[in-house]
T-cell receptor, first 114, second 118 residues
Framework: AQSVAQPEDQVNVAEGNPLTVKCTYS??????LFWYVQYPNRGLQFLLKYITGDNLVKGSYGFEAEFNKSQTSFHLKKPSALVSDSALYFCAVRSDSGNTPLVFGKGTRLSVIA | GAVVSQHPSRVICKSGTSVKIECRSL??????MFWYRQFPKQSLMLMAT?????????EQGVEKDKFLINHASLTLSTLTVTSAHPEDSSFYIC??????????????FGDGTRLSIL
């Protein structure tokens, strides 16, 4: 079975400071990992993915994430937060074996304070 | 690229009405489409997976006669909430993924439909 844990419901950070949104996963086989962002009353926007290769993945809007196989983690990071980054962030995982749907974490609300 | 269009964005209707929601992939062929339901301050709950030309696969606890899914073409899937009741009020989001076998492709999402049943 596949599962994703986002241990923080809410993350608060001051504008200009680095931010981290945590994600750990469980999957049989190799993981395909994704981060999405959701703004109010909107669908999810794709930020970045890890499939294979370099453990540090760079995505949209200056976000990046680091795949750590030993810790089964895929934390989302940004060196300098913007107020406009405030949104709901979802981590998702899928196994590399078969046509399985994405499994989402419960989401982390990021608030960037000016 | 990879745009998914969902329509309507908001529906308000009386109890007992059937409501159809459309999901279109605008610039790619979506072999697989997914329908999710999202409750306030909660994650996305997968309702069903549909592959073009075949019957949808529903998740446990989702009534297939209540939530009719049709994936008639590689660019269009519809979700019909039949005889909707207030407890069906929710935010419904569709998602599409291109090409069989390329499972590393991300799913792309529509902007969702806010359904309110009075």
């Amino acid at each position: 079975a596949q599962s994703v844990a986002q241990p923080e419901d809410q993350v608060n950070v001051a504008e200009g400071n680095p931010l981290t949104v945590k994600c750990t996963y469980s999957v049989s086989g190799n993981p395909y990992l994704f981060w999405y962002v959701q703004y109010p009353n909107r669908g999810l926007q794709f930020l970045l993915k890890y499939i294979t290769g370099d453990n540090l993945v760079k995505g949209s809007y200056g976000f990046e994430a680091e795949f750590n196989k030993s810790q089964t983690s895929f934390h989302l990071k940004k060196p300098s937060a913007l107020v406009s980054d405030s949104a709901l962030y979802f981590c998702a995982v899928r196994s590399d074996s078969g046509n399985t749907p994405l499994v989402f974490g419960k989401g982390t609300r990021l608030s960037v304070i000016a | 690229g990879a745009v998914v269009s969902q329509h309507p964005s908001r529906v308000i209707c009386k109890s007992g009405t059937s409501v159809k929601i459309e999901c279109r992939s605008l610039d790619f062929q979506a072999t697989t489409m997914f329908w999710y339901r999202q409750f306030p301050k909660q994650s996305l709950m997968l309702m069903a997976t549909s592959n073009e030309g075949s019957k949808a696969t529903y998740e446990q606890g989702v009534e297939k006669d209540k939530f009719l899914i049709n994936h008639a073409s590689l660019t269009l899937s519809t979700l019909t909430v039949t005889s909707a009741h207030p407890e069906d009020s929710s935010f419904y989001i569709c998602s599409a993924r291109a090409e069989v076998g390329r499972y590393f492709q991300p799913q792309h999402f529509g902007d969702g439909t806010r359904l309110s049943i009075l």
